[in-house]
């Protein structure tokens, strides 16, 4: 992670599992998973998943990922996954997939039922791959009312890009009372503060590997000044003519830095950044309203996640479309987590 002062440290935020003779977490578990994602608004569940049921993901995804005319999601940078960046994408509901997904639900099931009604559809089940070269998300929320879970089926080191949190930020009724009733100016404060890190850090970035002949023809025209529509690029002139809806030159305005400048010691001390890394078998649950982001793989070795999407509310098609992109064969059969719950 580009900023400084950012914590690996994620022991606060771990909560291990206890399962009954079914194979699903005991009561006393979830409680305790559900009071982690309450109060920080992620939680990090490690060896979750067996050895076997973590390999057999893993070939899960690899499987599709392989597949030359598996389809491309629309939720992730564009550009990443055209220059083979990320490998964001959507899984087909087949019975190898929905068993997988099946598994990880049945195995939580307390937890998510406090959030998700058996009512509440799949809006995605997909692959996060992260290839190296790919640009480090800015600190961004999701759409609103979805409840997320990342499964890692390999190790994921520090290097590869596991996921970052800021704790704290997610939205609840009477959530703008916290930090003497200033929670709701301060985030925004953060989040633009440390994106301004990653802008730096992604350019800079960019011009060694461009300089070293790493990238492919038009790569570094196409991430820095290209007019397309993409928030998780270093896109100078969408930053600059701000269409950048996660970050853009509005973040400098006068009012904006003098906020930032006055209550730069009270952010420092209201906020952490916790980077993870999580072992193979451990899933990530967190709600989609905090901030976060996926950062850059330094390394030449895949970064992979199981990743699925459950609705907490009603969802506008409009949000379902702007956050998530299903594959087609899920768009055509829809499931619902209790679907998912009631699978042999």
Known sequence: MVAPGVSHDTTDYEVAPRLGPDGRLTAASAQSIVQCLDEHGFVVIPRLLSQAETSSGLELVKRAIADPNREAGTFASQTDIRFKRRDFTPLPSNDRVLSFAALLCKRLDKAL???????????????LTSHAGA???????DPPGVLCMFAAVDDVSSEQGGTVFIPGTHFFNGGEARHGGKANVLMPLIQDRTNARILRYNLAKLRRMHRAGELAAGEYKERVFSRRRDNHQPNLLRFLSARNAVFDISAYRPRSLLARWRNREVVDKAFRLVQTAPKAGTVILYRS???HAGPDNRTDRPRYFFSMSIARDVMGEKLRNDGYSPHSTLRADPKTLGDLLDMP
């Open 113 to 127: 039922l406090e959030y998700c009604g058996r009512t509440r559809p799949v809006l995605e089940i997909s692959t």
């Open 289 to 291: 309203d905090m901030l």
């Open 135 to 141: 640009s480090h998300q800015y600190i961004h929320r």
